[in-house]
Nanobody, 126 residues
Framework: QVQLVESGGGLVQAGGSLRLSCAVS????????MGWFRQAPGNEREFVSG????????YYADSVKGRFTISRDNAKNMVYLQMNSLHPEDTAVYYC???????????????????WGQGTQVTVSS
């Protein structure tokens, strides 16, 4: 079983930065791909970023490319999402996820989440 706990959300002004953290329990952490998703009110949950189990490949939604950076520390069972140049439209609940596969739709790659955290709220004011 894998348990995930997010932290680091909060209120920030447009143009500001936040760093989300995800603490993962379970001895098999290093074998899972990891990712971040978000869900804004009235919207479906969407893939934001993912990183493979070795940390060698990362993927981003077009809307966050160049602004967000995902990283992982397998020794600490941690995943991070550094978010810079935040926009009001980045406001959402952000979820950490662990998965063992990806989906490629011909244009972009997204993690298939098997385990999920409870989410952390990110609010960007204009």
């Amino acid at each position: 079983q894998v348990q995930l706990v997010e932290s680091g959300g909060g209120l920030v002004q447009a143009g500001g930065s936040l760093r989300l953290s995800c603490a993962v329990s379970g001895r098999t952490f290093s074998t899972y791909h990891m990712g971040w998703f978000r869900q804004a009110p009235g919207n479906e949950r969407e893939f934001v970023s993912g990183i493979d189990w070795r940390g060698g490949n990362s993927y981003y939604a077009d809307s966050v490319k160049g602004r967000f950076t995902i990283s992982r520390d397998n020794a600490k069972n941690m995943v991070y999402l550094q978010m810079n140049s935040l926009h009001p439209e980045d406001t959402a609940v952000y979820y950490c996820a662990a998965g063992s596969s990806w989906t490629y739709n011909g244009r972009s790659t997204a993690l298939n989440g098997d385990y999920w955290g409870q989410g952390t709220q990110v609010t960007v004011s204009s």
